[in-house]
């Protein structure tokens, strides 16, 4: 029975991972597989969100044939080898009468015993001047048993008007999609929810979301009996705590909407119940194979760049870095699908990984994310596409807004490759968009912007990650000067050079020679085997395996 | 006729390897404006023109033949000069049109580029 495999990412910190997942998909770590990709947040707004959305809208138009936008279809041993098929949920909060706990829940409204006992339930588990009355357009702000209770409350909601058919916005359909998608793969689905326990919105999530989801499909009228929580496989980050950010100032907390402010000091203890919480919750136990405890063993750095002394508590203005710890949940994900003959038991299997850490240095290597088995094809992977990357951003200067892909295809056409001449400028920029976001880019004023892969990096200085430090640069002067053939720590994988070749000419050389795409690839469009062209070039060149 | 074009030919294909390594050395630009395919082409044009002087230089200074010792020889082969001159050049560029079309994936592709 062929697996098919969902992707949930719940709040920031899931789109983050989101994110990595998507990084990790570009690289080609997910050959040949469709993923259905959730994602659920409550702040339609949000920065990390949109970015997240904005790479998955990037890898599509990639994916895609010139003026379609379909998504390609599956590929094996290349880049961008995996279709994505994204759906978007989010509970609107915008709204003034839907905006609080209050007003959603028409305290205030009603007969007066209604109304005295529906305040008393309330008052007995969440606090009447803060939590009832914050702004929830945000997100739950790390009130998760608030957010436990809405989350669940607003997937149900949207399934109820699902059912009735009335005025259904894009979020409810996607949902309905996607719910469909779920309901028919039935047990060969797998299900991996990414987000944090720490924080808001994905803690309030993960508890809820197989039975939200369960009730659902029951109620749009599906056969629900299909769907059973407890016989498909769920999988789990469980991500604690790992970045801080400004403490809530006075002004900022006296204002209504602001009642409550998430306090990352607090986030240590937060998870530290969440963890009692997840180890004890029989609902939790009966629907998670595995979950994945993923922290931070050093203090958290702060990842925000707060212009001001206020903290962002969401918005467009939420656009946190990426951490190394996102790349391990993307890590998780990647051992969750890949790991065959899952028996589904009413245990849950919490699994770990240690990491050497010695004189305040992280020493990462590839076998940390992905295991001693698929530590080599990470780092072969990872390295090409970020050779790839250095030729296109690097070497042919795309990241400052120059050629790019289009100046690579011309290169290759005065070699006499002329078959990638037919991909339109608009397509080749498309690429340099995507792998922007992955490595860096240059605004109009020459100022640097780190991409996924150097965020990632930066985030463990001055630890190691995987390459050397060349592979880092980010000095305009530099990075065009930078011998892209030369990243890994170990040499033997660095392209070969001679005397009369550098390690560039001697890529060129393989892919013109040797690289060209192969039936069993399964590429179609001139984009995709421009892709296995350049894919096949750059794994030749770094020698892992013999061809 | 008098076979006195073969050394032509060996000059001409000497210069030939010698233009081949350099610009087999000449590394592949990338950016906005790469000029490597270009300086190959140069190159090869370069020392299509060195060829002949080369030749003629050699001609004259080492191999004709000693007009003391043989005045008609020596006149015979002076006047053979601009006949092996050509072929040089001749063999030198047709020489280079098959190697770079053989090699059309390569460096020496540039040489003779295939129009688009």
Redesign the interface.
Known sequence: MEEKLFVIAIGGTGMRCLESFVHLCAIGMFDNKEIEILTLDTDQANGNMGRTWNLINTYNQVKSENGRQNGGTPNTNTFFSSKLNIFKFYINYSNAQRNTYKNISKLGEGDERTNRHNQMISDLFLDKDTVQEFNLEHGYRAQTHLGSHLMYHGILEAASKIKNGDDLGKPEIDLKEFLTKLQSAGESARVFVFGSVFGGTGASSIPIIPVAFREAIGIIGNDNEKFDPKKIKFGSTLLTEYFSFNKPNQNQLSEKKNSIIADSSFFPINSQAALQFYQNDPTVQSVYNNMYHIGWPVESKSLLEEKDNNTITGGSTQKNNCHILELMCAAAAFEFFNTSNYEKTDKIEYLFRAIKYENGIFELTSPDFVGSEKGDLFLNKLGAFLSFAH?VL????GGNG??GTK??I??L??????NY?TITDDETKQIDEYLKMFAYSFSSENLFNPGWIYQIRNSILPGNFLFNKDAFKDSLKEL?NLDVGNLFLDNKHNWKSSI???R??TF??KL??EGKPELNQNVNSTKEKFLAHIHNGIMISQNFIKK | MELTFFPAIVVALAILLLAA?IS??I??E???N?KD?NTRRLVFWVFAILNPVVYWLLAYFYLAPDPEESRRAYNRFIEAIPRDISIGVISYIIVGIIASKLL????L??WF??K?
Request: zero cysteines.
């Open positions: 030729i690097s070497k042919n200067e120059s050629l100046g690579f011309t290169q056409d005065k070699n006499n490759i002329k001449n065009r009369i070749k550098s560039y000419d060129i050389t013109t020679k | 390594i087999i050395l590394q592949y990338g950016g906005k790469p395919d059309s994936t390569g460096k592709g540039h580029p295939k688009k």
